[in-house]
């Protein structure tokens, strides 16, 4: 009983149905046929009498041949593993203990030694047993041992040793079949452990790879020769690259990238500079780090997005700014008013002669520009929070158009809007938003009347990048377009090619789209002038 305990102990409800259980009694299997084969062979090649059924030879070779036989069917059942594995170890087992009870009976009892046999069957077959299976074959050997060992009692046959040989075995049967369990229920730990950090490997690589691949800052891997081992999705987008997962030495990826990476092996002391990958690009700013400590270790390259960066610091330049210019608004407002008051009242004097007229009229046209600059000034330099909310864009952009129409004196049939796919969400402030594409769009009137088109047209079209790092929005028009000398000025501060324009139009709106995250450029395009904005990929996780 205290065997059984300690079995049930160490397997309270050991399945022996899976597939490595079959493994012990293969092995078993083949130590049964080998085993058979011994028999046969030592008995055909002895010609003088052997300890191996001396009482009858003929009975011994018979034994023999089924036992191989029986191995040999076991072989095929085992292949097929029909019958199941709990019917198929009882019945070979029971076998095994009837047949060497057998061959030890007529090879001279318990002195022949053959008993030993049973001591490694059992042990094969206590691997794949529960702990009462193994106790009820260790009991059935040992009952079988202690009849053979009465038989050799009653018959006269037995010598001093037999009952300390019977009990001996008997130990060594429970002893076997006690280890053999606790050690089976080890090795199916040892299995159970290996398999549960082989799915926490999986799943903790996983949860790496989601991780890299959902931050904002790009993280490239390369070897020793710079080509990339590893690369996230928003290094391909900060670096411009369209198709994602190819594998392209970085020279190819970024010739700035590598230029900086291979003067901060020689010198890791250097600062990196920031750079645009392209020019529908963010600036980036790459860090590096070396994995490892040999001579040929990789490299990790971090990029970073320097839009926020650049937003903050911008952010700070408008606050002094905004305290700035609300001096300077205030000394340029009262001699402004004044000089347009002075105007207004020259206009109103009989003296004044008619051809000066055209004068009062010059200075009231610039006041009105000037106070115009001023309050555009003041409305850039106010630090104002963005409200940023999720938006459909297709739905945004039909409410947009109505009210737009309404104001420019155009119709909704002037602006088509192709949003693709239709579901589209951004993350922008509204008010922020109506602004920009206010000014876009009062551009592209402006500008078609100067290439004095019969129709104006409009044109919003929206979808997501190629490499699924947000979405964007183009406002194309077919105007005169942008010449390729001015396109690189057009953002810049004052810079205008309207003689009665402030210059600040565009350069507001891009101000407006980074407080937002997102970006706005020009784009070349065959006819016409092409603006796009890029929104913010919500999904990324800051670093």
């Given amino acids: 009983m205290l065997g059984v305990h300690l079995l049930e102990q160490y397997l309270p409800n050991q399945s022996v149905t899976n597939a490595r259980a079959w493994y012990p009694l293969r092995l078993l299997n083949y130590y049964r046929i080998v085993l058979a084969c011994v028999f046969i062979i030592l008995f055909l090649i002895s010609n003088s009498p052997s300890i191996l059924g001396q009482t009858s030879p003929v009975l011994y070779y018979t034994g023999s041949l089924s036992y191989l036989i029986f191995g040999l069917i076991c072989s095929y059942a085992i292949h097929l593993r029909k019958p199941s594995l709990r019917i198929q170890i009882n019945l070979q087992t029971f076998v095994d203990i009837t047949v060497l009870t057998l061959l030890m009976h007529i090879s001279g009892g318990l002195s022949s030694g053959l008993g030993i046999l049973l001591v490694i069957a059992i042990a094969f077959s206590s691997l794949v047993a529960t702990g009462r299976q193994a106790i009820l074959y260790a009991s059935i ?28 075995l008997g130990i060594a049967f429970f002893v076997t079949s006690l280890l053999f369990v606790i050690w089976a229920h080890r090795l199916s730990e040892s299995e159970a452990r290996i398999k549960q950090q082989n799915v926490d490997l999986a799943n903790l ?3 790496n790879d989601y991780v890299i691949q959902n931050l904002n800052s790009g993280i490239i891997v390369v070897d020793s020769r710079n080509i990339p081992r590893l690369t996230n999705e928003s290094a391909w987008f900060l670096l411009g690259n369209k198709e994602t997962g190819k594998k392209l030495p970085l020279a190819l990826l970024s010739i700035e990238l590598s230029r900086q990476l291979d003067i901060w092996r020689k010198d890791t002391n250097m600062t990196p500079e920031k750079f645009k990958a392209g020019e529908d690009t963010p600036y980036i700013l790459p860090r590096f780090a070396r994995l490892g400590s040999e001579e040929n270790a990789g490299t990790v390259i971090f990029l970073e997005d320097q839009t926020e960066v650049t937003q903050h610091i911008q952010q700070m330049k408008l606050a002094s700014l905004g305290r700035l210019t609300a001096s300077i608004a205030h000394e340029i407002r009262n001699p402004l008013g004044a000089i347009s008051h002075a105007a207004q009242l020259l206009e109103e004097s009989p003296a004044l002669k008619k051809e000066d007229i055209r004068l009062t009229e010059i200075i009231h046209k610039h006041s009105q520009r000037m106070n115009t600059i001023i309050e555009n000034i003041l409305q850039l330099s106010r630090p104002q929070s963005s409200q940023m909310q999720s938006i459909n864009l297709l739905e945004w952009l039909q409410e947009f158009r109505r009210d737009f129409c309404l104001s420019a004196n155009v119709t909704e049939k002037q602006i088509e809007i192709d949003i693709n796919p239709a579901d589209i969400a951004i993350i922008f402030d509204p008010n922020h938003l109506q602004q920009l594409l206010w000014n876009l769009c009062q551009n592209s009137i402006l500008h078609s009347h100067k290439n004095k088109a019969e129709t104006i047209m409009i044109y919003l079209r929206g979808g997501c990048e190629q490499n699924k790092q947000g979405s964007f929005l183009d406002v194309l028009d077919n105007g005169p377009g942008v010449e390729k000398e001015l396109a690189l000025n057009i953002f810049e501060p004052f810079f205008t090619t309207a003689g009665n324009g402030t210059g600040l139009g565009l350069y507001i709106t891009r101000e407006l789209c980074e407080r937002n995250k997102a970006r706005l450029n020009y784009l070349p395009v065959d006819t016409g002038a092409c603006f796009r904005i890029s929104f913010h990929d919500a999904m990324r996780l800051p670093l």
């Fill in 141 to 168: 050997a040992t009952i079988a041992v202690l009849f053979e060992a009465t038989y050799a009692y009653l018959s006269g046959t037995h010598t001093s040793t037999t009952w300390s040989h019977a009990g001996l």
């Fill in 205 to 207: 690589e996983q949860l």
